[in-house]
């Protein structure tokens, strides 16, 4: 079992920033890909960025050259740099682990975190 908690989220004008931090516990955490979706109000859950165990970065096209995800292998944590904040990034994110990076890009991965609210106002 790997049990994700999300820290970070909070409301934040448009232009703005915001970090968000995954802690993970359980099994080995370098194993895994880690990841981060969001979902918007009556909206599906969308794929935002991944971070494989050898450091192999990938972005959704929406979020690309304002966001950032990186992994402290020491501190069993990920994170997620959010600059240049818009309206239309205001959504519940969520914090997920697998072992197959297919398994996050493709929106299936075993584990979630409970999510952290962004808003983002204009």
């Known amino acids: 079992q790997v049990q994700l908690v999300e820290s970070g989220g909070g409301l934040v004008q448009a232009g703005g920033s915001l970090r968000l931090s995954c802690a993970a516990s359980?099994?080995?955490?370098?194993?895994?890909?880690m990841g981060w979706f969001r979902q918007a109000p009556g909206k599906e859950r969308e794929f935002v960025a991944a971070?494989?165990?050898?450091?192999?970065?990938y972005y959704a096209d929406s979020v690309k050259g304002r966001f950032t995800i990186s992994r402290d292998n020491a501190k069993n944590t990920v994170y997620l740099q959010m600059n240049s904040l818009k309206p239309e990034d205001t959504a519940v994110y969520y914090c997920?682990?697998?072992?197959?990076?297919?398994?996050?890009?493709?929106?299936?991965?075993?584990?979630w975190g409970q999510g952290t609210q962004v808003t983002v106002s204009s």
């Open positions: 997920a682990a697998d072992l197959g990076l297919y398994q996050l890009k493709s929106g299936s991965p075993r584990y």
């Open positions: 971070i494989s165990w050898s450091g192999s970065i």
């Open positions: 359980g099994r080995t955490f370098t194993s895994y890909t």
